[in-house]
T-cell receptor, first 110, second 113 residues
Framework: AQSVTQLDSQVPVFEEAPVELRCNYS??????LFWYVQYPNQGLQLLLK??????LVESINGFEAEFNKSQTSFHLRKPSVHISDTAEYFC????????FGTGTRLTIIP | DTGVSQDPRHKITKRGQNVTFRCDPI?????LYWYRQTLGQGPEFLTY????????KSRLLSDRFSAERPKGSFSTLEIQRTEQGDSAMYLC???????????FGEGSRLTVL
């Protein structure tokens, strides 16, 4: 069985401040991890993924996530957030199917 | 646009009516998935197909729900005798075998009155 825990349902952050969205997973098989983002009134978009190789993965808009096997975590970070980062962020683990966490709503305060 | 397409985007229906949603995956994607998302929750897996074969169904998929992918291309999700608890966003995703990445459509929002 596999599961994902996102402990923070809402994270308010001041613009240009750093942010970390936490994700912990459990999986009995090989681990493939994903972060998806859902902007208001839009569908889910892939932000970044870890399949193998380097444990640090990056997105094109400045987010990064690090796979930590010992802590079973895949936290998402950005050093300086922008208003346009306001969205819901979902962590997910893949076996035959994607299993999602409950999501973290990131709100940027001007 | 060659992304995953879902229709209709919004559906309002009365309790007890049947509804059907359609999903057109990205061309040549072998796998097609259906998820359901309710307010404040992450997407929950319902079922998936590899080509025309339905390989797994969640226990969330009651007997009132049926999904098909008759020719291994588009898929339909039908809900019979809708209940208010069926109100949700129904998401479709597709992937190519071996790529390990799902691409999602914008969803079909169902409201049952």
């Amino acid at each position: 069985a596999q599961s994902v825990t996102q402990l923070d349902s809402q994270v308010p952050v001041f613009e240009e401040a750093p942010v970390e969205l936490r994700c912990n997973y459990s999986s009995s098989v090989s681990v493939y991890l994903f972060w998806y983002v859902q902007y208001p009134n839009q569908g889910l978009q892939l932000l970044l993924k870890y399949l193998s190789g380097s444990t640090l993965v990056e997105s094109i808009n400045g987010f990064e996530a690090e796979f930590n096997k010992s802590q079973t975590s895949f936290h998402l970070r950005k050093p300086s957030v922008h208003i346009s980062d306001t969205a819901e962020y979902f962590c997910a683990v893949l076996n035959e199917k994607l299993t999602f966490g409950t999501g973290t709503r990131l709100t940027i305060i001007p | 646009d060659t992304g995953v397409s879902q229709d209709p985007r919004h559906k309002i229906t009365k309790r007890g009516q049947n509804v059907t949603f359609r999903c057109d995956p990205i061309s040549e994607h072998n796998r097609l998935y259906w998820y359901r998302q309710t307010l404040g929750q992450g997407p929950e897996f319902l079922t998936y197909f590899q080509n025309e074969a339905q390989l797994e169904k969640s226990r969330l998929l009651s007997d009132r729900f049926s999904a098909e992918r008759p020719k291994g291309s588009f898929s339909t999700l039908e809900i019979q005798r809708t209940e208010q608890g069926d109100s949700a966003m129904y998401l479709c995703a597709s992937s190519a075998i071996g790529t390990l990445t799902l691409f999602f459509g914008e969803g079909s929002r169902l409201t049952v009155l």
